[in-house]
Every structure is written in structure tokens, then in C-alpha cells.
T-cell receptor, first 114, second 115 residues
Framework: KAGVTQTPRYLIKTRGQQVTLSCSPI?????VSWYQQTPGQGLQFLFE???????NKGNFPGRFSGRQFSNSRSEMNVSTLELGDSALYLC?????????????FGPGTRLTVL | TQLLEQSPQFLSIQEGENLTVYCNSS?????LQWYRQEPGEGPVLLVT?????EVKKLKRLTFQFGDARKDSSLHITAAQPGDTGLYLC???????????????FGKGTHLIIQP
């Protein structure tokens, strides 16, 4: 089985722009979670989608949003980018209905905001 | 306040030595997971512990879940350069109604094993 794929792998944007990141889960996985990883804060939960519905949301501003499509692929969007949004954005998929039992991570998208 | 505190933050030891890293919290977790992350990659799940006092072994790695389900440790015997990486613990806090907010991660332990 192919693993979780994320595109693009690297992205450079400037303040005020918006960005869309994509995640394709492992085939058959219906749950997709997104995390932000920074050296200072570590891995922080953004949100989780299951069957096209947002099931959980972390403590991030409304500039961060996401969605999931019927084929379980997911996108996350960050609007009005700030310097502090520079981070590694990780996507994880889970095979069951309980996402936190076992998560398979993609390689991440490295976002740099200038 | 970090829900999960990991220690040490950084550890550099020689090949062949033993080491232990810790994951502590004031909260009770229904389960706790350990991941390893290498540069340029996402975290990879090593183990999930569920029962208080549980001990799991994965070759040279031994994982323990505290009796009160508030802490965990990872012990590596005879460390090898291939063990180098960022070790992350992650826990799930279950609410009385049965729901959960997903995985909460510690900031990790950066481990370097020198040949």
C-alpha cells in the first residue's frame, strides 16, 4: 500500500498570502488529521476530518481551515499568512473510526513565510 | 502549559550505552503512544500502551506505562546510530462522555547516538 502523500513538499510564501496544502491518505483510511510542527511548540493538533466532516478542531485561529473530499483526500488552507505560520505541516490518516488509535503520517509540507 | 512533558529534551550518547526518556503529565491518559521521527519525514508509530503498568518490548526498546496512566518511559538498550531521531510521546485524554480531542504530543526528545 502506498503511504500518506502530501503536496507540495516545500513552499515559500510571503506575508498576507494564502496557501493550500494537500493530503492523500492511505487507501481505505477515512480519517485525516492535520498537525503543525514547530521547534518551539512541537506538534500541535489542527483538525481532524472523518467522512467529509470536521470531527475535532485544535486551538488555532480561523485563518486555518480544512476540508475533506468524498475520496478521503484532504486539503488545509491558511489565509493571510503570518511569519509565525512557518512550520512543517503534517497530515496523518487512520484506518478506523477512532483516529487516535493509530495514525500514519505523511512526510509533511515545509512552509516558509517571508 | 504543555500537557505532556518529555525529558530530556536533548540526549547525545555513545553507541552501546543504555538510555531512558520520560513522558510525564498531570492528566490521566486512556492510551499513550510513542513515535520516532527522522529528519525530513513524518513521525512513525512505535508502540501504543493502554493498560496502567503495561510493559511492551520492541527488540532493544522497552516501553512502560505508569500505573496511574499519567506517565510513560522508553528505555533503549545498547543504543545504535540507527536509533538517532526525535522521539515523541502522544496521549489521548478521554472525557467522561467517551469523547476525546485527539492526540496531544509532547515536544519530543532529540536523541543522537554517536558511533
Amino acid at each position: 500500500k502506498a503511504g500518506v502523500t502530501q503536496t507540495p513538499r516545500y513552499l515559500i510564501k510571503t506575508r498576507g498570502q494564502q496557501v493550500t496544502l494537500s493530503c492523500s491518505p492511505i487507501s481505505g483510511h477515512r480519517s485525516v488529521s492535520w498537525y503543525q510542527q514547530t521547534p518551539g511548540q512541537g506538534l500541535q493538533f489542527l483538525f481532524e476530518y472523518f467522512s467529509e466532516t470536521q470531527r475535532n478542531k485544535g486551538n488555532f485561529p480561523g485563518r486555518f481551515s480544512g476540508r475533506q473530499f468524498s475520496n478521503s483526500r484532504s486539503e488545509m488552507n491558511v489565509s493571510t499568512l503570518e511569519l509565525g505560520d512557518s512550520a512543517l505541516y503534517l497530515c496523518a490518516s487512520s484506518p478506523g473510526t477512532i483516529s487516535y488509535n493509530e495514525q500514519f503520517f505523511g512526510p509533511g509540507t515545509r512552509l516558509t513565510v517571508l | 502549559t504543555q500537557l505532556l512533558e518529555q525529558s530530556p529534551q536533548f540526549l547525545s550518547i555513545q553507541e552501546g550505552e543504555n538510555l531512558t526518556v520520560y513522558c510525564n503529565s498531570s492528566s490521566v491518559f486512556s492510551s499513550l503512544q510513542w513515535y520516532r521521527q527522522e529528519p525530513g519525514e513524518g513521525p512513525v508509530l512505535l508502540v501504543t500502551v493502554v493498560t496502567g503498568g503495561e510493559v511492551k518490548k520492541l527488540k532493544r526498546l522497552t516501553f512502560q506505562f505508569g500505573d496511574a496512566r499519567k506517565d510513560s518511559s522508553l528505555h533503549i538498550t545498547a543504543a545504535q546510530p540507527g536509533d538517532t531521531g526525535l522521539y515523541l510521546c502522544a496521549g489521548v485524554v478521554m472525557y467522561s462522555g467517551g469523547g476525546a480531542d485527539g492526540l496531544t504530543f509532547g515536544k519530543g526528545t532529540h536523541l543522537i547516538i554517536q558511533p
